[in-house]
């Protein structure tokens, strides 16, 4: 008897649950039922016309408003040469058009989803600084419109753009770059049409954001509305504001180039006669930083200014080119001092010839028999010749105390030639000019670029 009250009772059991499983699938078969006959209730034939405009704020003849929010997924690239940047990003709209009002069925049905956007009113916005764009259509196209029970609908799309970013270079590579991103109504004025940024956070970024060479930093949103001969027309825009990383210049532009630099020193302390060396060490070192001036410059658009990469490269540039430029004043001052000595040695020859035929007219008078010493000495003596050049250093005005030369006096260049005399200064003077020169530049535009920002 207990057997049978339990088996009765599991059997009951039983088929309430197919009852209440038969019921809901019937009770949600109704439910899409009553959502495909309120689709056909507000977008049948004859009820809803996609042509006109919705009506404005609580149903007036006023514009109709829209908000906006997009948000940034990726920038993929920024090109200075072509001065455009890509982006991918969700776009909003949300609008109110009171025609499209339902029965939400006491809060069950929250809002009806639509793929085609030909069967409401849609905004005719485009992006002014388009250059190129498509949507994303894997697997399925990636859009969808969501009507809600007060007549709200919210059309989101996920699209990739190509925009013009125009580009002020003059403090490349330490600048930062605005680029915009302008939204604006085509055709309808601001009489019929005004777009407003959704309130609350318009503007959303990816937080794994990462971009090759550039850091974005900031965004703003502002409006732009433009005025043309056939009237004003509403329009947003989103500056995004890129900072340049400068490390990536720093260890492929301006350390090699400060390398080059002092490598082409290097020839200031060989030797005057190794000219082989010293020409192929400063025409190399020439030609590899034209090389890497021109590769930099492949990779800039021709502006009409002078960047500051410019002003870094001519500088290097001008400093190799003075090395090897020292190196040619050198060869022609070793030329002057062997010059020089070869007329000092052809006038020692010069001396000593008339200093011997001296001697030898001593010696004939001294065998005369009434020779007499000669009250005044032969111009020839060298007794006259060392008491003529001591009245000669005495005579001469003292020299002023000169502040190059008591610094000249420090190195060892007494014995020196000039063309010695020139190395000398320059590997004293090269290095102080450039390090002078790298103070003036990084003060300089480090500080311009702070105050620009």
């Not at 006023?62 to 690239?77: D, E, M, Q």
């Not at 109110?96 to 005719?124: C, I, Q, S």
């Not at 990636?142 to 190509?162: E, Q």
């Not at 433009?226 to 900072?243: A, I, M, P, R």
Request: a positive charge; glycine letters at 4%; one cysteine or more.
């Amino acid at each position: 008897m207990i057997m049978g009250t339990g088996h009765c009772f599991w059997a009951i059991f039983y088929f309430a649950c197919l009852c209440s499983a038969s019921l809901a699938n019937n009770a949600n078969i109704n439910f899409r039922e009553r959502e495909k006959k309120v689709l056909d209730q507000i977008l049948g034939i004859g009820k809803y016309d996609a042509r006109i405009r919705p009506s404005g704020i609580n149903g007036t003849d006023g514009p109709a408003v829209v908000r906006i929010n997009l948000f940034v997924r990726s920038i993929a690239t920024i090109s200075d040469i072509k001065m455009e940047y890509s982006v991918q990003l969700t776009f909003r709209e949300q609008w109110l058009d009171e025609r499209l009002k339902f029965n939400d069925v006491g809060g069950r049905l929250k809002y009806l989803t639509l793929t085609e956007a030909n069967r409401v009113w849609m905004p005719d916005l485009f992006f002014s600084n388009e250059k190129e764009g498509h949507f994303h259509n894997i697997i399925m196209p990636n859009v969808y419109i969501r009507i809600f029970p007060f007549g709200s609908v919210l059309y989101s799309i996920r699209i990739s753009l190509t925009l013009a970013c125009p580009m002020n270079l003059k403090l490349y590579p330490l600048d930062r770059q605005v680029c915009s991103l302008r939204m604006a109504s085509y055709g309808w004025t601001t009489d019929d049409l005004v777009f407003l940024w959704k309130e609350g956070d318009p503007v959303q970024v990816v937080k794994n954001l990462h971009l090759p060479r550039f850091t974005l930093e900031k965004f703003l949103t502002d409006y732009c509305n433009s005025k043309t001969n056939t009237g004003e027309y509403s329009c947003l825009k989103v500056d995004l504001l890129f900072k340049r990383e400068f490390s990536y210049y720093l260890i492929q532009i301006y350390i090699p180039c400060c390398m080059l630099v002092i490598v082409s020193w290097v020839s200031f302390w060989l030797d005057q006669g190794a000219v082989p060396a010293r020409v192929s060490l400063g025409v190399t070192t020439l030609l590899t930083m034209a090389t890497q001036t021109s590769g930099i410059n492949a990779s800039l658009p021709p502006v009409s200014y002078t960047k500051a990469i410019d002003v870094w490269t001519g500088v290097c540039l001008t400093f190799v080119f003075g090395a090897l430029l020292e190196f040619a004043l050198v060869n022609y001052a070793s030329r002057s001092d062997l010059h020089r000595e070869n007329m000092k040695k052809k006038r020692r020859e010069l001396e000593q010839a008339s200093l011997d035929a001296a001697s030898d007219l001593l010696d004939t008078d001294s065998n005369a028999t009434f020779a007499m010493k000669p009250l005044v000495r032969h111009p020839g003596d060298p007794l006259a010749l060392e008491k003529l050049r001591q009245c000669e250093v005495h005579m001469q005005p003292p020299k002023r105390p000169n502040c190059c030369r008591s610094w000249l006096s420090k190195f060892p260049t007494r014995n020196c030639s000039r063309s010695k005399r020139i190395d000398v200064i320059s590997r004293i003077t090269f290095p102080l000019v450039f390090a002078l020169f790298n103070l003036v530049y990084w003060s300089t535009y480090l500080f311009r670029e702070e105050e620009e920002t």
